[in-house]
Structures are given as C-alpha cells and as structure tokens.
T-cell receptor
Framework: DGGITQSPKYLFRKEGQNVTLSCEQNLNHDAMYWYRQDPGQGLRLIYYSQIVNDFQKGDIAEGYSVSREKKESFPLTVTSAQKNPTAFYLC?????????????FGQGTRLTVV | GEDVEQSLFLSVREGDSSVINCTYTDSSSTYLYWYKQEPGAGLQLLTYIFSNMDMKQDQRLTVLLNKKDKHLSLRIADTQTGDSAIYFCAERTGGFKTIFGAGTRLFVKA
C-alpha cells in the first residue's frame, strides 16, 4: 500500500540534544513538507522541498534543519537551537507543487522535551 | 497578510447538521480545502473547492464559498459520532504554501 510514514510516533528529548524525525513516502511524490502543530493553532510550515536536493524555509524554520537526498525521504532535525520544540510534527507530500493537488499527511510524531 | 480563522469548538447532536465556518484574507486564493484530523493522527483531505465555484456537494458534505466576503463553510448532514474530530480550513495561494486555520473541534453528542 502506498503512503507516507513518520517515525517514531512519540519522541522524548533532553534539553540541548538534537533529534531527527523520519518521514518516508512511497507515493512517488515530488513535493514534501514539514508542519508543526501546537494546541489551538493551525499548522505552521517549517520546511518544504519541491524536488530532490532542494528545499526551502517555511515560516518557522529557525532551529530546524532538513535534507532531501532521496525522493522518498525528508528527515527533519530539531536542533538544540529550537527553544520550544515540544509539539506535534506532521510530514506531508504531494505529487507536485501545483495548487490542485492534494497533500497526503503522515500520522505525526509527538515530540516532548524532558 | 495571509490568515485563516475558524471558531475553535462546535457541539451538535447526532443526526443534526453541523456547519463549520472559516474566513480567509488572501483574495488571490485559488483553492480552499477542508481537512479532518482524528485524535493522534495526521490530516485527511475531505474536500476542496476552486475559487470560481460557489458550492460543491459530496455525499453528506456541502461546501459553500462566498468569495466576496471571503467566507467558506462546511456542512455535514446527518452528523454521526464518527464525525467527531478537528476540522481544518486551508487556503492555497500562488505559491507552494498552504495556510491552515487553527481547526474547529467538533463534538457530536449521542
């Protein structure tokens, strides 16, 4: 079955540590996205990638980094520079960046700083 | 700037209709979306409407768009307990960015 998979589902991080969230898709989609979801707020775009080896900052990229070495993979690293990383992180992909294409979402990773 | 606003909560009785409202600010929006999120899960696209349409119906779902007032609504007919979730309104403008509202949490009482 085609889909988009995020792992792990839950992640705990100590302050000062970097952690990497995995996002893999087998839908052959060109575009991939990372969003952050906080209670009572909409999804905010962290980074997006339209094609392999290319990615762009979203609205809240500070303290995060990404790579897009393979079409199917778009990992997100939450660095120690991110001051408030506790949140629900959602990865999405779409066939192209065109407007009329649906974004498919993963099940999310809940990151908690302890 | 770009902004999408929704009320945060809606409570309805099972069998009634639910109407979730959304306002957006970017008049150049071309596609507007409704997504559903169940607890602890990702978002699932329910339906979308192109900005040159006024209405779109898909089984129990009806989307109404008032482009003049920049108002979008989602009506769910015969609401069931399985419809309890968070519903996100989103707009897509000329770029690759999709702007999401904060989500409306729908409670369905049996």
């Amino acid at each position: 079955d085609g889909g988009i998979t995020q792992s792990p589902k839950y992640l705990f991080r100590k302050e000062g540590q970097n952690v990497t969230l995995s996002c893999e898709q087998n839908l052959n989609h060109d575009a991939m996205y990372w969003y952050r979801q906080d209670p009572g707020q909409g999804l905010r775009l962290i980074y997006y990638s339209q094609i392999v080896n290319d990615f762009q900052k979203g609205d809240i990229a500070e303290g995060y980094s990404v790579s897009r070495e393979k079409k199917e993979s778009f990992p997100l690293t939450v660095t120690s520079a991110q001051k408030n990383p506790t949140a629900f992180y959602l990865c999405a992909s779409s066939p192209t960046g065109r407007l009329n294409t649906e974004a498919f979402f993963g099940q999310g990773t809940r990151l908690t700083v302890v | 700037g770009e902004d999408v606003e929704q009320s945060l909560f809606l409570s309805v009785r099972e069998g009634d209709s639910s109407v979730i409202n959304c306002t957006y600010t970017d008049s150049s929006s071309t596609y507007l979306y409704w997504y559903k999120q169940e607890p602890g899960a990702g978002l699932q696209l329910l339906t979308y409407i192109f900005s040159n349409m006024d209405m779109k119906q898909d089984q129990r779902l009806t989307v109404l768009l008032n482009k003049k007032d920049k108002h979008l609504s989602l009506r769910i007919a015969d609401t069931q307990t399985g419809d309890s979730a968070i519903y996100f309104c989103a707009e897509r403008t000329g770029g690759f960015k999709t702007i999401f509202g904060a989500g409306t949490r729908l409670f369905v009482k049996a």
